[in-house]
């Protein structure tokens, strides 16, 4: 049953793709990357104009009354994670190009830094729910939650985004994991849980010995446990 829900959810992406006259590959790309370096250089105000929210545009005009669920993937792997999760949940589903996910992902952080951080949410989980295993956007999300002291939504995101980057994370690189393993940790220390704090900044430093924050948020774990402990 689940292989013709599998091959019915193959034929509605491709239909969904073929419908619709989307930009290329190429064109997207470009608008991200254009994106990415005008946030680089702090044109807040630019890039959202000229880049972030005509796309976000275009995807909602294009596919916001599409029926079935809608994914954003980059590469073979991705695609095909979210097409499992639709064929177990018996939907539609339709596979898009990531950019469109970066748009709201984005948009989401450039709100931050002009200092919007409750306008900020909103985009950050629709970058979320497009791409549901992408480990960057579900740090960012977890970082928002953390900023606001929301400690057990940010663990759970940062739980996400571990499990995405073992899945999704390119082989030989490790940040995305690290990252999501700094998260839990700082959690777990606002928690007071110090020992599972030490587990995930020791996890980070066996990826990569040379993780500086990783140690030094380490050390401050270990003097925290020490300072928490009662004096004889």
């Not at 590469?75 to 064929?87: D, K, N, R, S, W």
Request: hydrophobic share 40%; proline share 3%; glycine share 6%.
């Amino acid at each position: 049953m689940q292989n013709k829900w599998g091959i019915s959810a193959m034929i509605m992406i491709m239909f969904s793709m073929m419908c619709h006259k989307a930009p290329s590959r190429e064109e997207l790309a470009s608008q991200i990357q254009m994106a990415g370096i005008l946030v680089q250089q702090q044109e807040y105000e630019k890039t959202l104009q000229k880049h972030i929210d005509p796309l976000i545009a275009h995807f909602e005009k294009s596919y916001g009354h599409e029926n079935g669920l809608i994914y954003c993937a980059n590469g073979q792997i991705e695609t095909l994670l979210y097409l499992a999760q639709a064929a177990n949940l018996k939907q539609k589903a339709v596979a898009l190009d990531k950019s469109y996910a970066y748009a709201y992902y984005l948009k989401g952080y450039v709100l931050i830094e002009m200092g919007q951080h409750a306008e900020a949410r909103p985009f950050l989980e629709k970058a979320v729910t497009l791409s549901p295993s992408d480990p960057q956007f579900l740090c960012e999300l977890g970082n928002w939650h953390q900023n606001g002291q929301e400690w057990q939504q940010a663990l759970s995101l940062y739980e996400r985004a571990e499990e995405g980057a073992r899945l999704l994370e390119p082989e030989g690189t490790t940040e995305a994991r690290r990252r999501a393993l700094r998260g839990k940790g700082f959690v777990y220390t606002e928690l007071g849980r110090f020992d599972e704090a030490e587990e995930m900044y020791r996890s980070c430093l066996q990826l990569d010995p040379g993780d500086e924050v990783a140690a030094g948020e380490l050390e401050y774990v270990i003097n925290s446990r020490q300072d928490a402990q009662p004096s004889l």
